[in-house]
C-alpha cells in the first residue's frame, strides 16, 4: 500500500506513531523491539486517568483500583531538544 | 519502571532513561509533585542508560544503570536541583541484552544486583562469571560476591519478611515454542546456590542446546514454575494491614506480559499462596489488562510495591501510570 493512496489523517497517525515508537524504543533489548513494534496503534495516545479503561480489569470482590500517578515516562520526553 | 518508597516515591525508568521523584503532598493518594531526578538527555555526561534499578538507603538514592552505578546522596534534600551523582562503580558487563536492572538493598544491608545473561540462551561464563548471576556488595560497591547463579534475567526480588531469604523471579528462555519453559519463582536458602540456567529451565526443563552438559537434578528448583513467558517482573509479600487476612505473608507478581507466543499471556498480577516454603496455589490477583479476544492490551504491569497503609502500588510501562490497589473503605 503506498502513502499517498491513504488518507491524509490516516497518514498522519502513522507517522506520528513511528515517531513515538523510534523514540521510545530505542535502546530498548531487541526482543522487546519486536513486541512494541507489534502493538496497538494507539501509542500516540497520552495515558491519563480518564483514558484507561480501568473498568475492563477484574480483581477480587471488595477490592478497587485508582490512578496513583499518570504520565510517569510518558511520550513528552520525545520532544525535547537534545 | 522499579519503584523505591522512602517518604518520597522514587521510579526508575527502562525506555525513557530518566528516574523521577513522586509525592503525595496532600495525602490523597494521588501524586501531585513529580520531580525528575536523572534525565540523560539533560545531563549527557552522567550516560544514565536504562536506569531502571534504583535502592535506598540512609538518605541517597543509587541507581544502576546497565554497567554502571551512581548516588544521589541526601537525595530528598534536592529534588528541585539534584547535584551530579557519585560514580561508585563502572565495571560492571555492558551488554544491553538483559542488561537493564532491578537493584535493592537486603535486610543484611547489602546492595543486591543482578547481571542478566547477554543473550537468548548461550553459556559466556568462561568471559565473565558474572553473567546470569545475582551479586551483592557493600554499598560502596566493596566487598562484592555472588550469591546466585544460573539466573538468567531477574528483574524482581525481595526478602521473605519471615526468614529473611531472597526470592527473585526469573524470565525464562525464548523459542522453545508457546509452552515452554515455565518460568520461575524462586527462593535462595543459602549463598552459592545454582538455579539451572542455560542447562535446565524451571527445574524440569533440560535445555535442547545445553541440557546434555548437566542434569537438572544439579540445580535448585523453583518454588512456583510460572506460566510460559508470561515476564514475571516485581514480586513482594504482602506484610500490611489493609488487605484480608488470606493474602498476609503470599507472593504477588506482576507479570509484564509474552512477546514470544502465538497467543498473548500474562499482562496481570498473580499470587502465589504459600505454606511456609511451598506454594500453594498460582491464580489471578488482577486481570484484564489483556483483551483476550483481540490480543490488544492497555497496560504491562512491571513492579509492585505496598504502602505503608497496605494498599498494593503497580507501575505500568505501556500506559505510563502507577496504580493503588485497595480493600474495603
Not at chain 2, 518508597?5 to 509533585?33: H, P
Not at chain 2, 561464563?125 to 560476591?145: A, C, K, Q
Not at chain 2, 529451565?201 to 537438572?216: K, L, M, N, V, Y
Not at chain 2, 489488562?289 to 502500588?313: A, M
Amino acid at each position: 500500500m503506498k502513502m499517498a493512496q491513504l488518507p491524509l489523517k490516516t497518514a498522519f497517525v502513522v507517522l506520528f506513531s513511528f515517531l513515538i515508537l523510534s523514540c521510545n524504543g530505542k535502546k530498548e533489548k531487541s526482543e522487546e523491539n519486536q513486541n512494541e513494534t507489534a502493538q496497538e496503534d494507539n501509542s500516540g495516545d497520552t495515558a491519563t486517568e480518564s483514558s484507561l479503561p480501568l473498568d475492563r480489569l477484574n480483581l477480587p470482590e471488595g477490592f478497587k483500583i485508582d490512578i496513583y500517578a499518570d504520565g510517569i515516562g510518558g511520550n513528552s520526553v520525545c520532544g525535547h531538544p537534545k | 519502571m522499579q519503584m523505591v518508597l522512602e517518604g518520597t516515591l522514587f521510579v526508575g525508568t527502562r525506555n525513557e532513561n530518566k528516574v523521577y521523584a513522586l509525592k503525595d503532598t496532600n495525602g490523597d493518594f494521588k501524586v501531585d509533585d513529580i520531580h525528575v531526578i536523572a534525565d540523560d538527555l539533560e545531563q549527557p555526561a552522567n550516560d544514565l542508560e536504562q536506569p531502571n534499578g534504583i535502592a535506598f538507603k540512609d538518605g541517597a538514592l543509587y541507581v544502576a544503570a546497565v554497567s554502571k552505578l551512581y548516588k544521589f546522596s541526601n537525595i530528598e534534600q534536592s529534588l528541585e536541583n539534584p547535584p551530579a551523582p557519585e560514580l561508585i562503580y563502572d565495571d560492571y558487563p555492558t551488554e544491553f541484552h538483559h542488561g537493564w536492572k532491578y537493584i535493592a538493598f537486603g535486610p543484611d544491608d547489602k546492595l543486591y544486583v543482578p547481571v542478566g545473561a547477554p543473550c537468548n540462551i548461550c553459556d559466556r561464563t568462561d568471559e565473565d562469571e558474572r553473567f546470569g548471576t545475582i551479586t551483592r556488595m557493600d554499598p560502596d560497591g566493596s566487598n562484592r560476591e555472588i550469591v546466585a547463579y544460573g539466573v538468567r534475567n531477574t528483574v524482581g526480588f525481595t526478602w521473605h519478611p519471615d526468614t529473611d531469604e531472597l526470592w527473585f523471579t526469573d524470565n525464562n528462555r525464548d523459542m522453545m515454542g508457546d509452552d515452554l519453559p515455565p518460568g520461575e519463582l524462586n527462593r535462595i536458602s543459602e549463598a552459592g546456590q545454582h538455579f539451572g540456567y542455560p542447562f535446565c529451565h524451571a527445574g524440569t526443563i533440560p535445555d535442547p542446546e545445553f541440557g546434555s552438559q548437566r542434569p537438572c537434578s544439579d540445580f535448585v528448583p523453583p518454588v512456583q514454575q510460572l506460566g510460559a513467558h508470561v515476564a514475571a517482573l516485581g514480586v513482594k509479600f504482602d506484610t500490611g494491614s489493609m488487605f484480608p487476612d488470606e493474602y498476609k505473608g503470599h507472593a504477588f507478581l506482576a507479570e509484564h506480559g509474552s512477546w514470544n507466543r502465538s497467543k498473548k499471556i500474562g499482562y496481570r498480577v498473580t499470587l502465589v499462596k504459600l505454606d511456609g516454603n511451598n506454594a500453594v496455589s498460582y491464580e489471578p490477583f488482577i486481570d484484564g489488562w489483556l483483551d483476550d479476544e483481540t490480543q490488544e492490551e492497555f497496560g504491562r504491569p512491571v513492579d509492585l510495591l505496598f504502602l505503608e497503609d497496605g494498599s498494593l502500588l503497580i507501575s505500568d510501562d505501556e500506559a505510563n501510570v502507577i496504580y493503588r490497589v485497595t480493600y474495603g473503605g
